[in-house]
């Protein structure tokens, strides 16, 4: 029976209406869960309780993944595709965010509103990673955190590793360039000019190689953290990501290099972040797995399974 149905039973004399608003009201309840789906079957002679008033059932915590969570700080992991923050703030969350998808400082914020059920300030940006990429990130929630993780990107001693699969057959090696917002075709990049730009620093593992088709899945561990550094540099070592569709020139004047990676997306993931507790100064470090959908490319790449301890 529907739950519509089994509520008429226990009211005979209510309309299918009412019966319909008492269990969108959230009065209706089955083993003392509430149901708010009047279509939802159930076994003939269920009990049903109808409360007297409305009970809403708790709000569901948005599906992200949390790593940690205190006073001052969140860690949590970005899907890929979604943004980090609204495109119109650099320096903390916006007001409202209307018409706009759900970002992930915004399903950051309502986790955690939802977790200490109070309204919160918005939370505070340190660091941003790009919208195909996927991996850990930290928001600051009060001045002190914000200001201390500020510090320490900026000194560059947060540890930082990423994941990537890129063209070619990469070889373990240090790249460092100064790189502008602009390299003279519309694309941020390195310039040899020694007063322009600012310094970037990755140190760049080859983890495996695919000698047959051509890949490689690389560790960078970032010394500085420049506006899509990794990309850049590896692209203009002639190794672009697989899934980039915006890096793959890797010189003024040169034709965009193919990627024929047929890869979902950007396969770039931030897999290590540790830093010091700005407030409590804990030693903290967070690792998250390669996740499957590059673990699949890599495979139809050629690659050999990757086991977690690997990678």
């Known amino acids: 029976m529907t739950l519509a149905a089994l509520v008429r039973a226990v009211e005979p004399d209510w309309s299918w209406n009412r019966c319909r608003e008492a269990i969108a009201a959230g009065r209706v309840s089955v083993a003392g869960e509430v149901v708010l789906d009047q279509t939802r079957r159930f076994p003939a002679g269920t009990e049903v309780v109808i409360a007297a008033h409305g009970r809403r059932p708790p709000p569901a915590l948005p599906s992200i993944q949390v790593y940690f969570h205190d006073a001052h700080l969140i860690v949590v992991e970005k899907p890929s595709g979604i943004e980090s923050v609204p495109f119109e703030t650099r320096k903390s969350e916006s007001k409202s ?7 992930l400082i915004d399903l ?3 986790w955690l509103e939802i977790k200490e059920r109070h309204k919160l300030p918005p939370l505070r940006v340190v660091h941003r990673i790009d919208k195909g990429t996927s991996g850990i990130l930290v928001f600051a929630r009060t001045p002190a955190a914000e200001k201390g993780l500020g510090r ?23 790249i460092k360039s100064r790189l502008i917002d602009d390299r003279g075709d519309g694309y941020r990049g390195s310039t040899t000019h020694r007063d322009l730009g600012k310094p970037a620093v990755t140190h760049v593992e080859c983890l495996a190689t695919t000698p047959s088709t051509g890949y490689s899945l690389v560790a960078c561990r970032l010394e500085t953290g420049r506006t899509h550094q990794i990309r850049i540099h590896l692209c203009e070592s002639g190794h672009p990501l697989c899934g980039d569709t915006v890096y793959r020139r890797p010189v003024r004047g040169d034709a965009d290099l193919p990627d024929p990676s047929r890869s979902p997306r950007l396969a770039l993931h931030a897999a290590e972040l540790g830093f010091v507790h700005p407030v409590s100064n804990a030693a903290l470090h967070f690792a998250s797995p390669f996740p499957d959908d590059l673990r699949r490319l890599w495979q139809t790449l050629g690659g050999a399974p990757l086991v977690e301890s690997g990678t």
């Open 97 to 103: 965010n209307a018409g706009h998808e759900a970002t």
């Open 108 to 110: 950051a914020r309502r």
């Open 152 to 174: 320490q990107f900026r000194d560059h001693s947060i540890s930082r590793k990423y994941l990537a699969i890129c063209a070619g057959l990469v070889k373990s090696r240090t």
